[in-house]
């Protein structure tokens, strides 16, 4: 299985600022995910990280609120931006096992507060 | 739809079997998972099984799928103080690489 790491584990941010989250895989995958789970909730898919192009968003998360870097096959970053309380979240970081493969690995996640 | 639906909360004694439950809505999802997490933790995969599978048994976890009513079960048996986590089933979106996820139902095992 991947092992996918994740930095940080957790930050407590000042309203109106921004944090950029890294996901860091110890192989090449092709597709790589972001996920976002608010407090007692389920996991909410942000985007597909995609390598060489542009993410895709899905409906109701927007590039300049979110945007994602993905420069390689190991590696993405999801920033949160001017951030507010409502953004507290674990943020996840997710991959396929394998290409092709049914399976995905997570992360350990991103706990986010906002003051 | 594409909605996926658990109960809230399960807590059973040390020892016995646990049954979490879980409806989906898209009879075309190839797969169904179960996803566990613990506290502080990210999702660890537990098990997944094929729409063409009923049953899938992995040492304590047995998967039950019942397709023509759209049900997933995930049994976990001689439970232990250690299973007590969030658990997730998750449905696979045909044609992409998506998962739509369940509410979560939190085990509780008491001693």
């Known amino acids: 299985s991947a092992v996918i790491s994740q930095k940080p584990s957790r930050d407590i941010c000042q309203r109106g600022t921004s944090l950029t989250i890294q996901c860091q895989v110890d192989?090449?995958?092709?597709?790589m995910f972001w996920y976002r789970q608010q407090p007692g909730q389920s996991l909410t898919l942000i985007a597909t990280?995609?390598?060489?192009?542009?993410?895709?968003?899905e409906s109701g998360f927007v590039i300049d609120k979110f945007p994602i870097s993905r420069p390689n096959l190991t590696f993405s970053t999801l920033t949160v931006s001017n951030m507010s309380p409502e953004d507290s979240s674990i943020y996840l970081c997710?991959?396929?096992?394998?290409?092709?493969?049914?399976?995905?690995?997570f992360g350990q996640g991103t706990r986010l507060t906002v003051v | 739809g594409e909605d996926v639906e658990q109960s809230l909360f399960l807590s059973v004694r040390e020892g016995d079997s646990s049954v979490i439950n879980c409806t989906y809505t898209?009879?075309?999802?190839?797969?169904l998972y179960w996803y566990k997490q613990e506290p502080g933790a990210g999702l660890q995969l537990l098990t997944y099984?094929?729409?063409?599978?009923d049953m899938k048994q992995d040492q304590r976890l047995t998967v039950l799928l019942n397709k023509k009513d759209k049900h997933l079960s995930l049994r976990i048996a001689d439970t232990q103080t250690g299973d007590s986590a969030i658990y997730f089933c998750?449905?696979?979106?045909?044609?992409?690489?998506?998962?739509?996820f369940g509410t979560g139902t939190r085990l509780k095992v008491l001693a």
């Open positions: 998750a449905e696979s979106v045909p044609g992409t690489y998506k998962y739509i």
């Open positions: 099984i094929f729409s063409n599978m």
């Open positions: 997710s991959v396929e096992a394998a290409q092709g493969a049914p399976e995905a690995f």
């Open positions: 898209d009879s075309s999802s190839t797969y």
């Open positions: 990280a995609n390598q060489g192009s542009e993410a895709t968003y």
């Open positions: 192989s090449q995958v092709t597709m």
